[in-house]
């Protein structure tokens, strides 16, 4: 059974980890927090980041696609916009290019 508390400590470590202008997924600190715990997946992670992710850049985690929930998205482009880090303009929607911005997640 995974520790919830160490489970949210190694998630935020992740997050603090991705320097100015990058980004990771919900899906890569998955990963880097289950090969230590060996549990998880994107989803834990983001109720994770949801709960207690407001002291740690939040905004450097993105869905799959680049994308944040709306709720996030205009004060995490403004962030963006501010760390110069890559976006992809597509319609309506801004969301970060991954093929440019994405860091692995450390927990280091």
Do not use: N
């Not at 927090?33 to 997946?41: A, F, K, S």
């Not at 962030?79 to 597509?90: A, D, F, H, M, N």
């Amino acid at each position: 059974m995974i520790d919830p508390e160490q489970y949210a400590e190694l998630v935020l470590r992740c997050a603090e980890s991705v320097p100015r202008g990058r980004v990771t997924t919900y899906g890569a600190i998955a990963d880097a927090v289950g090969e230590v715990l060996g549990g998880g997946g994107p989803r834990q992670v983001g109720s994770v980041m949801a709960s207690h992710g407001a002291p740690v850049p939040w905004w450097r985690v993105v869905r799959s696609d680049g994308t944040l929930p709306p709720s996030h998205q205009g004060e995490a482009l403004a962030r963006y916009r501010e760390e110069g880090t890559p976006l992809k303009e597509s319609g309506v929607r801004t969301r970060v290019d991954l093929s440019a911005a994405f860091a692995e997640p450390s927990l280091m």
